[in-house]
């Protein structure tokens, strides 16, 4: 229930899309094509602004099955390189899967090539590649100077202050741009309340800091803590709210949205406190019945992280 399934990354895609600060990553994008530029000496100002003989190359944390692509990879002018790095088998899988039907609904075409896959979107050719690594154990594989833009996204809750400590020695050593999207930051708010509710939220608050993989894991705190890294490495940040909202509604996707982050909920309600059970299961039901009235919303929110390179003048 708590795991990362490509039905769950896909249900939840378009909330996130919704959610994210486009002013953020407008300006990580101008960051990063910026950084593409002066690697490959083009801003010589006779080219046209599209014009760039290298691609931007990207790398995309715990990417899943490359939902963050799908949204930034449009924004980005020009032809790019994209590595998407996951541990999940099962999800590196859906990748292949999911970028390729995105290809079609978009009129483009998507095919197997260069170790990877190669979406040619008419303007621009988006060459992706996919790489399974264990993101702590074998993070400091990845040489992240080698990339033009870093993104992860809906990750950083799910990690150590220890792990945010390299990541912020990594992101400050290459001074490439960092954009880290959509990490909870604890806010969750059912309308209408509930005298459930407060239960509910504080078993789910005791699950978001157990161990995923990372040790202690910082949850709703994580932005938070990776924006004082990088200040305190000279880096310049800025962080901005990106909350989900959640119906109400009943139809799709705010219905199956609703249901599944009620079913999640309980499901770990239960785990930290199996004694309450009876309790949770009426929280259920009387929310499911919400559901079905149309009459249920939820707001989940969530950080968006800009970080860039400190520039001398
Ligand atoms: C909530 S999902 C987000 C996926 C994707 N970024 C998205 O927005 O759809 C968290 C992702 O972290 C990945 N992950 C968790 N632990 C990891 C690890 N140790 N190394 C690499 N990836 C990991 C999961 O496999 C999953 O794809």
């Given at each position: 229930m708590t795991g990362f399934d490509a039905g769950w990354l896909a249900l939840r895609e378009p909330f996130d899309a919704a959610a994210r600060d486009g002013e953020l990553a407008a300006r990580f994008v101008e960051a990063v094509v910026a950084r593409a530029d002066a690697r490959s000496g083009s801003q010589a100002p006779s080219r046209p602004a599209s014009w760039r003989p290298h691609a931007c190359r990207l790398v995309d944390l715990a990417a899943g099955s490359g939902a963050n692509l799908r949204v930034l990879a449009p924004l980005v002018p020009g032809d790019q390189d994209w590595l998407l790095v996951d541990h999940d088998p099962e999800l590196i899988a859906a990748q292949a899967r999911e970028l390729g039907r995105w290809a079609v609904a978009n009129g483009w075409s998507c095919r197997v090539a260069e170790g990877g896959l190669v979406i040619d979107a008419g303007r621009a050719q988006w060459r992706v590649r996919a790489r399974r690594l264990d993101l702590q154990g074998s993070f400091d594989q990845l040489v992240l100077g080698s990339f033009d833009g870093v993104t992860t996204t809906a990750f950083l809750d799910l990690v150590s202050d220890a792990w945010l400590g390299r990541l912020a020695d990594a992101i400050a050593r290459a001074a490439v741009p960092l954009l880290a999207t959509l990490t909870v930051d604890g806010l969750r708010e059912w309308s209408p309340t509930d005298a459930g509710d407060a239960a509910i939220a504080s078993a789910f608050e005791r699950h978001q800091q157990g161990d995923k993989g990372f040790g202690a894991s910082l949850g709703p705190a994580a932005t938070e803590r990776l924006r004082a890294k990088l200040d305190a490495r000279g880096c310049i940040t800025s962080a901005v709210r990106a909350?989900?909202?959640?119906?109400?509604?009943?139809?799709?996707?705010?219905?199956?949205?609703?249901?599944?982050?009620i079913d999640?909920?309980?499901?770990?309600?239960?785990?930290?406190?199996?004694a309450a059970t009876p309790e949770i299961d009426a929280w259920v039901a009387r929310r499911r019945a919400q559901v079905a009235q149309g009459t249920l919303s939820l707001c989940v929110g969530h950080q968006d992280l800009l970080g860039l390179p400190h520039v001398e003048d």
């Open positions: 909350d989900w909202q959640v119906g109400p509604g009943r139809g799709e996707p705010a219905g199956s949205m609703l249901i599944r982050m999640e909920a309980a499901a770990v309600a239960r785990e930290v406190e199996p």
